[in-house]
């Protein structure tokens, strides 16, 4: 793949960050960390801030808020990279499908779930519904200590659409692959109308100030070879070349979650930078087949410890981020969850495990 690509970053890179040196194949001897849902319900001062904000939808489009719960994490336990506080769903929620969080449920939509459902949805208004995502960007960038990169997120046009035709999570994803199966020009178009999307968005997020963007593919692990192909790769191809014409140095992570030997095609075909391995993925398996310390071809994993583990905590915990840190700490490597936290993780096991990890090598 594309390979001035990783010496570029890596001159972007002498701003010293760790995240970023990671980022452009540099093998460090501590590797930076963050965690995915890092910001979240298992944090008492998110919980009021949540509270105060009103619903989840409202701490998104506040500001002010999000910043706040987005350093909050941070302030705690200084990880390497503060990821903005949002959702994947404010795209859809930007091109007008009326969206809810009803509490404990999760996500509610309108659905889409023909061709004819798409003529609904207005593509004109991304950049203008999303601009109080890119003040909270702009507010971060001033607020974060030198030493922390600030990412910048989206899902992938698969996941994003899953919930724009189930209306809700879904276990089998029944209705999303009926389209696709039946009409699959028309559920191309919808995708092609995330492709889009999600690159405005993203353009404007690196604008703003986002430093490294991660594509959250969560439910890619429900496709076959085929499928995978067509709704997770190409697509995401397409978005990382887009935000590349413009913004050639930016550092790109995927997160293909339960593609199982996909993740080896994942990073070869898409162009991204790094890849976020779920907790599913053999260590040494992603060593040989998907991380490179090749600096022209360089492509860095991120992952994989179960969040559960932190809840559970103790040594447990420990013994596998060292077994983690000892294999995939021999390439470029920035250590992460293999998904979010949960909420009844212990805020006290963070504290261990971050502790760990700033103190390694
Ligand atoms: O700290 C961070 O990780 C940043 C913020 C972030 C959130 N959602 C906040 C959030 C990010 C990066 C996401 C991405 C996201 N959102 C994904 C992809 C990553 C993943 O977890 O697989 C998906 C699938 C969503 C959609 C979504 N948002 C669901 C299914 C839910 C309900 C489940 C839940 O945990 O409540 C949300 C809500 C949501 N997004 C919360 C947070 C902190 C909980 C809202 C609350 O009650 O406060």
């Known amino acids: ?29 501590r590797p930076p960390f963050w965690f995915m849902r890092q910001a979240g319900r298992y944090l008492p001062e998110y ?26 994490p941070i302030r705690r336990y200084h990880m390497d990279a ?4 949002s959702d994947i769903l404010v795209i859809p929620d930007a091109m007008g499908q009326a969206l809810a969080y009803k509490e404990g449920e999760g996500p509610q939509l309108e659905p889409v779930r023909s061709a004819k459902d798409l003529d609904r949805l207005e593509t004109g208004r991304i950049t203008e519904h999303l601009q109080p995502v890119f003040e909270t960007l702009k507010g971060l960038r001033k607020a974060l200590p030198a030493d922390v990169t600030l990412i910048g997120f989206a899902g992938a046009p698969w996941t994003v659409a899953t919930y724009m035709v189930e209306g809700q999570g879904s276990r089998d994803f029944a209705n999303a692959k009926s389209w696709a199966f039946t009409d699959e020009a028309g ?3 919808l995708i092609n109308m995330l492709v889009d999307a999600t690159t405005e968005y993203l353009l404007a997020q690196i604008d703003a100030g986002a430093e490294v963007i991660q ?42 979650r339960g593609a199982g030997a996909g993740y080896a095609s994942f990073a070869a075909k898409t162009g991204v930078n790094a890849v976020s391995l779920d907790t599913s993925v053999p260590l040494e ?3 040989e087949n998907v991380q490179s310390d090749n600096v022209q071809t360089s492509c860095a994993v991120q ?12 040594e447990g915990m420990l013994r596998e981020a060292r077994r983690i840190l000892e294999t995939l700490g021999k390439g470029p490597f920035v250590f992460n969850l293999g998904h979010g936290f949960v909420p009844q993780t212990p805020p006290e096991h963070v504290e261990e495990l971050s502790e760990l990890i700033r103190n390694w090598g």
């Open 187 to 189: 559920f191309a178009r």
């Open 82 to 85: 503060a990821i903005l506080f």
């Open 215 to 256: 594509i959250f593919d969560t439910w890619a692990g429900a496709l076959s070879e085929t499928e995978f192909e067509k709704w997770c790769i190409a697509p995401v191809a397409r978005i990382v070349s887009n935000l590349r014409a413009k913004h050639p140095d930016i550092p790109v992570i995927g997160f293909p």
């Open 1 to 29: 793949m594309g390979n001035r690509k990783a010496a570029e970053i890596m001159s972007e890179a002498q701003s010293g960050k760790r995240m970023l040196r990671a980022l452009a194949g540099e093998v460090l001897d």
């Open 285 to 287: 398996w992603a060593r």
């Open 303 to 314: 992952g994989n410890l179960d969040p559960l583990l932190v809840v559970a905590g103790g």
């Open 47 to 72: 919980r009021a801030t949540r509270a105060h904000a009103g619903d989840f939808l409202s701490l998104c489009y506040n500001p002010e808020l999000a910043v706040e719960v987005t350093l909050q």
